[in-house]
């Protein structure tokens, strides 16, 4: 599988915005979901955002409003846009793939856990 890898990550002052990239995120099944996941030192990793197969897109109550993520037209890059940047986003930023089942979730409630394929990550710094 070709790997993930992220870009775009940068440091920035408070109420910025940045974009994150995430290339080799096509996928070898139909059903599918795509993550943003952060995790900041001393802290546990979060999911942020989700997007499926469907189109759904799902956020963390954290970045709701503020982050969006969308995938290109070919289905290979997802994006993570993230504005209105606040110091606690402050993280390491990867994104990851897995396999939807029929039905399933592709939200906050779908651990870091259940996706086999991982970025190394992005580094987000955002100072007030």
């Given amino acids: 599988q070709v790997q993930l890898v992220e870009s775009g990550g940068a440091s920035v002052q ?6 994150l ?5 096509e996928s070898v099944y139909d059903r599918y979901c ?3 996941f952060r995790q900041a030192p001393e802290k546990e990793r979060e999911g942020v955002a989700y997007i499926d197969d469907d189109h759904n897109s799902n956020y963390a109550d954290a970045v709701k409003g503020r982050f969006t993520i969308s995938q ?4 290979n890059t997802l994006y993570l846009q993230m504005n209105s940047l606040k110091p606690e986003d402050t993280a390491m930023y990867y994104c990851a793939a897995g396999f939807r089942l029929f039905g399933g979730a592709c939200d906050t409630r779908r651990t870091g856990q259940s996706f086999p394929r991982w ?10």
């Fill in 72 to 75: 290109n037209n070919a289905k």
């Fill in 14 to 19: 408070a109420g910025g915005s940045l974009r």
């Fill in 34 to 36: 795509l993550a943003w």
């Fill in 21 to 25: 990239s995430c290339a080799g995120a």
């Fill in 119 to 128: 970025g190394r990550g992005t580094q987000v710094t955002v100072s007030s």
